[in-house]
């Protein structure tokens, strides 16, 4: 997955950098004009985008190359109703911010803002019932950025810690 | 071979919710519920000294050894 993310970056960057070669920084290029209000365009929309649970599949779909994503599946004993009370608590207590929840359809959206890292990231979290097994299906993108720079891995294994800690009443 | 926490149990007894002893303990509904379903980790014995105070009762009364 890294090695397909590193080599998805360089096409990237060397296309980029190819195409303002090309087009030589000239004021008088429209292209350069293009390019650049597209770029500027994706990232506004990208964060006006990131609160809404329904825009999900854009955010984590294989095809958005500019975006970073982490997903893994966690098993539980809790039922399923619990399991979202309770993640919305250890999100709330991790500084999180949870913008969408759905206690019909046991959806959680939470947020993390900007660092040095990246433009900051969309946690999606929802639960699934498999052979009467509850899984909590747990995913990090970034908002816009092809490396996450381990944001999305470090989010994920908070959130786990946090929750076996929160476990101790 | 687990530990059963018998505080539905105990809840009853007392004809108290859930949410009343959470706000007496200050400890959330969603920690009772799971204390209740016996799916905690662990519990620490500043909870279980609270619930015995709201509760009236033992650590005994609460938590059960089952072989």
Do not use: H
């Amino acid at each position: 997955m890294k090695t397909r993310d590193f080599i998805i970056a360089v096409a990237f960057f060397l296309g980029v950098g190819y195409l303002l070669t090309i087009i030589q920084f000239d004021s008088d290029e429209p292209s350069f004009y293009v390019f650049v209000i597209i770029m500027v365009g994706i990232f506004v929309f990208n964060f006006l985008a990131r609160k809404s649970y329904s825009l999900k599949p854009y955010f984590t779909s294989k095809f958005n190359v500019l975006t970073s994503k982490y997903n893994s599946v966690v098993s539980s004993e809790l039922p399923k109703e619990l399991m979202f009370q309770k993640m919305l608590e250890v999100l709330r207590n991790q500084g999180l911010k949870v913008v969408f929840e759905s206690e019909q359809n046991l959806q959680i959206l939470a947020t993390k803002g900007i660092s040095w890292k990246s433009w900051g990231e969309n946690i999606y979290i929802d639960f699934t019932e498999k052979d009467s097994v509850i899984q909590m299906n747990f995913t990090s993108t970034t908002v816009m950025g092809i490396f996450s720079w381990g944001a999305n891995e470090k989010n994920y294994s908070s959130l786990l810690f946090n929750f076996e800690e929160s476990l101790t009443i | 071979m687990k530990i059963i926490v018998n505080l539905d149990v105990m809840l009853a007894k007392r004809k108290m919710k859930a949410k009343e002893l959470s706000e007496i303990i200050g400890i959330s509904v969603v920690n009772i519920s799971i204390l209740k379903q016996s799916k905690g980790k662990a519990i620490r014995f500043s909870t279980l000294a609270a619930i015995c105070k709201a509760l009236d009762c033992q650590p005994g009364d609460i938590l059960e050894y089952l072989d």
